[in-house]
């Protein structure tokens, strides 16, 4: 069973930084498609950044593009999400989300939320 934990939120100020972690088990990055999401209060869930083993064309959401950045550590199981710059909008509940064997490209993934395994949140607050 494929299990994500999400973590590293918390508070910061405009323009500063932040790393989120999501920890993989269950899994390992052979063939996969990964996911960062954020839900803002009253907003709908949107895709913020996905990557995966076959696609090298990583997606970021244009309102992150030049600012956050995804990474992958295999040996460690976990994806991060760096987020630099930070501005009050990007306020939100943060999730990962997996799946494997994918067949579809990044932007796919991020447009439609279509994988199969998902984290708790962990929730970013920026100040102004």
């Known amino acids: 069973e494929v299990q994500l934990q999400a973590s590293g939120g918390g508070l910061v100020q405009a323009g500063g930084s932040l790393r989120l972690s999501c920890a993989a088990s269950g899994f390992t990055f052979d063939d996969y498609a ?6 803002a209060p009253g907003k709908e869930r949107e895709g913020v950044s996905c990557a995966s083993s076959h696609d090298d064309s990583t997606y970021y959401a244009d309102s992150v593009m030049g600012r956050f950045t995804v990474s992958v550590d295999a040996a460690k199981n976990t994806v991060y999400l760096q987020m ?10 943060y999730y990962c989300a997996a799946t494997l064997i994918p067949t579809y490209g990044n932007a796919y993934y991020c447009a439609s939320q279509d994988l199969d395994a998902w984290g708790q949140g962990t929730q970013v607050t920026v100040s102004s």
């Open 34 to 39: 990964i996911g960062w999401f954020r839900q």
């Open 84 to 93: 630099n710059s930070l501005k009050p909008e990007d306020t939100a509940v």
